[in-house]
Each structure stands twice: as C-alpha cells, then as structure tokens.
C-alpha cells in the first residue's frame, strides 16, 4: 500500500503504483487488466481511495503487489482483510506465486495461515528471534506458549473483574 494517495481513485493508484514497479507495454495492460478482473471493485474504482473501506483497500493493494511476479513478496496479515471469497481467491493466487519460484515472506499470527504457506518460521519475541525452524514444531511451540499465556491471562482478568465492584449507568 506505500504509495497509494488517498485522493486518488483505485484505478489511478493501480495505474501508478504498477508504473513505480517499472512496468509499461504490454507488461503493464497485462497487470492493469489482471488488478481490474481481480479486484473486483467494478465502478468503485473509480472513487477516490479515501473512500474504500479496509477490506477494498486490502484487495487493492494485494492485487496489485500480486500482478506480476515479484522476486520477493512481503505480505503483512494481508489475509485478515476481506471476506471467505477474497481469501480464498488470495490464497490461490499467493500458492501461484510461491509455486512460480517467489520467495514470500509472511508476517501474521494466524497459525492456519502460516502452515498453509509457510516452510520455516520464525517466531519474534521482543524483537529477537526466539525460534527459527521448520513450521510444524515451531507453530506447535508457539500455540503451546500461547494456551499457556491465555490461562494464566484469564485468572488475573477475572480476579481483575470480580474486584470491579458493582457497575451501574448514569440515569439521566
């Protein structure tokens, strides 16, 4: 999404964003025509940006980060945007790219996704890596870790409630 311009329309961010990328000819009507069939956004993208919701903003930008094929592509939780048709649809087409010889790196905590296209992971903690390995063993590290936070978490929430006292709403 860096360089997309609130004031622009979707259609003139694509067209721009697919310049900066350095495409033009035949290259870049391909990738125009390809943002414009997946998106999806019919006479939407022709609104100014600032106007799309987070989930039309997502779709924007993943298509046209995913228009040609990257060396390396970052995404960042990109799936959590949108609903089960636009993932589904990002899915299949970051499976394309990956299989195309894309190295991707994905940021996201969602362990379902990570497993979907990940081989190795690499789990942050407080900004230092805190395991580096294989998906598997390291996804079921990391779960592990977080059923455990989770629980000692929900006995110092509850204590935190039940200390509360009494809640009552102003009568007006």
Request: one cysteine or more; proline letters at 4%.
């Amino acid at each position: 999404g860096i360089g997309f311009h609130p004031e622009f329309t979707g259609r003139q961010n694509i067209d721009a964003t697919l310049q900066y990328f350095g495409l033009h000819g035949e290259a870049y009507q391909a990738a125009m025509d390809d943002v414009i069939r997946f998106v999806e956004l019919g006479k939407y993208l022709d609104q100014p940006y600032s106007t799309y919701s987070l989930g039309m903003q997502s779709r924007t930008q993943f298509a046209v980060a995913t228009a040609f094929r990257p060396d390396i592509l970052l995404i960042d939780e990109i799936l959590g945007a949108g609903d089960g048709y636009f993932a589904a649809k990002s899915a299949d087409r970051m499976k394309k790219l990956i299989g195309s010889g894309c190295t991707m790196i994905l940021v996201s905590h969602s362990a379902v996704t990570i497993e979907m296209f990940c081989e190795r992971v690499i789990w942050l903690r407080d900004g230092r890596i805190h395991r580096d390995g294989p998906a598997k063993p390291v996804l079921a590290e990391y779960e592990q870790e977080m059923e455990t936070l989770a629980q000692a978490g929900a006995g110092v929430r509850a204590e935190a409630v039940d200390n509360a006292g009494p809640f009552s709403l102003p009568v007006s």
